[in-house]
């Protein structure tokens, strides 16, 4: 890869996963690495930029996917995926040189972490998978009518997909919405299938006596079973921080 | 008495079991189930101690039969006794699982008539989750003293992790605060358990019913009695040992209770049970051993060092270790590594050599680690500093103690008796600014 041309073009895409892996086939066919690379509803133009938009091509995007699982291994595409995810600025380029990178050197590059590139991969990748994680464990239903339940996050990275993966396989029988307030993206699942739509008009459902009894439970157990000798709010801020108190139940 | 009050009381008295991880069982959920198991387990909150919440812990009933002197539910202490039925706790679970507020069933209880009544109560509550609500989630439950071999099993059958509580590190102590508990009681039931966990895993059939599968713990209390940490930390190595267990929780003894026997303490002795913490994981994950760590004449933890610092001063002839050839577990036992930075260092350096810029860059955190480590022969002091006083005194001044504020103060010709807590800048004045330093260095002062 070091004695591929960089070109003075800023690419624009569509911001989606195959959107991505499209560029990084033109970019690995060409041996050229771009300036730049921005989500194209993102991008704020600059006369100095020279725009090219990239068209997302299911074809190229399918043949990446499988060339990264074949040539770099599937924890590449593990690693690749999360970080893609995450909400870190210009992910986009690190991205590209770890999996160009990795077409070239092949399983290896998952041990050249002092690269900086590689570095900032599995760093954003931890982060990712660390929000995902403390998510799944802070994250709310309410029983909004019969068997389906609703849960609001307020989530840094873009991480609706695999949390709403996971909740798939634990509460399988029940329907439920999962709300990421910022993106105004919703999880819908019912009966094994999932989709995620635009929700820009969605009401917030109301909740009934029976739900309010049970949030009523939950926070009399919440500020129940704390010990007052042990009291360190410190500790606890630590690992619940602010930023997600809006979604909860129970007041910390 | 409604579902509220009872939960309160029994929440009440459930809280002083340290235990609530919910990791180690992967149970599947069935096609028509509710709930999976994750096998690193998942934290749901944080209560006002920073103790996580992860499962719905809680007694089945505090209406005790027997009379230990630490417990807050002995039959001689005037509390308000509550007891829920089986199916109210199987209700309850239910339905704080499908709000995703926990991830499963802690469920202990005091002993109710006699243990096997109790421990029939418990399986009862248990199999109504798991056969009627086809609930897989995590469930961790206490063995009763002194309960019957038939039981256990079945109970074994139906629960991802058993635990049966220690409480207290010898049999002396438990005679004098426990009497109607013995020795044999506890130690039998866990000896089985763990028996028969070794054989459900020999056994090759895949249709074998799961027994434990997220294993055994139990807990000590620590400060209620006059063991040393070398004694605690002894037992729990054995623990480790002989019956495998996953865990030993410690829990730092909170005085509930007036006894003469017991000793009245103004705050939980919260520094001496993170250290044991830190000790234990050092058995488990560093392949330490506990006679390495205290001995005889150091019988006691340190109160500002960590464990492996301590060891590591007291034996600086094993150091400093070379980052860039030492084995696995060398690089553990230098302080400030740990099982991720040491991962990552033998990653790392497969590509690279590595120095101190390369281990900052991978985030390997060099506050402890650099007093005790060589990159490519090369020490990151001066290397006159490597002696052990030097590294304990810099250590020692990192933790950052606040040594007890005096009452007494210096006192300063600017300083107005008036307002004693406004702080002049007095210090500051008195530290040459740049302007003095030029002045200094152009002879102008």
Known sequence: ?252 | MDIFEKLQILADSAKYDASCSSSGSNRKNTKTGIGNGHVSGICHSWGADGRCISLLKILLSNACIYDCKYCINRCTNSVHRATFTPREIADLTIHFYQRNYIEGLFLSSAVVKSPDYTMELLIQTISILRNEYEFNGYIHCKTIPGCSKELIDKLGNLVDRLSINIELPSSDSLKLLAPQKKKSGILEPMTYVSRHIKENKLEKSTKKPFFVPAGQTTQLIIGATPESDLKVLKLSESLYQKLSLKRVYYSAYISVNQDKNLPTLDKPPLLRENRLYQADWLLRFYGFKADELLDDSHPNFHSVLDPKCDWAIRHIDKFPIEINTADYFTLLKIPGIGIISAKKIIRARRAFLLDFDALKKLGVVLKRASYFITCKGKYYYPISSFRPNFIETNLIYQERVTFPKSSFEQLSLFSSFSKPDEKLPVFQSLQPTKEDKIKCLTGNL
């Open chain 1, 1 to 252: 890869m070091s004695n591929w041309k960089l070109i003075n073009r800023t690419f624009l895409y569509d911001g989606s996963l195959d959107g991505f892996l499209t560029i990084v086939f033109n970019c690995y066919s060409s041996k050229m690495l771009p300036q730049k690379i921005y989500v194209e509803k993102d991008y704020i133009s600059n006369f100095l930029d020279k725009i090219v938009v990239i068209k997302t091509d299911f074809e190229k995007s399918k043949r990446v996917f499988q060339g990264i699982e074949k040539i770099i291994g599937y924890d590449a595409f593990y690693y690749f995926y999360y970080a893609f995810l995450s909400n870190e600025k210009e992910k986009e380029m690190y991205l590209l040189k770890y999996l160009c990178d990795g077409f070239d050197s092949g399983p290896k590059i998952n041990d050249r972490i002092a690269i900086s590139y590689v570095f900032k991969v599995f760093s954003m990748q931890k982060r990712t998978l660390s929000e995902c994680h403390r998510l799944k464990g802070l994250l709310r239903f309410q029983e909004v009518g019969d068997n389906l339940f609703y849960a609001s996050v307020h989530p840094d990275n873009a991480i609706l997909e695999p949390l709403g993966q996971h909740f798939m396989r634990r509460f399988s029988r029940q329907n439920f919405i999962i709300h990421d307030k910022i993106r105004d993206l919703c999880f819908l699942y019912s009966n094994q299938n999932y989709r995620i739509v635009d929700s820009t008009n969605m009401t917030v459902p109301t909740i009934s006596a029976e739900e309010q009894k049970y949030q009523e439970l939950w926070k009399l157990f919440f500020h129940t079973i704390s010990i007052p000798e042990r009291k360190n709010p410190r500790c606890q801020m630590q690992f619940m921080p602010r930023k997600y108190w809006k979604d909860l139940v129970e007041e910390p």
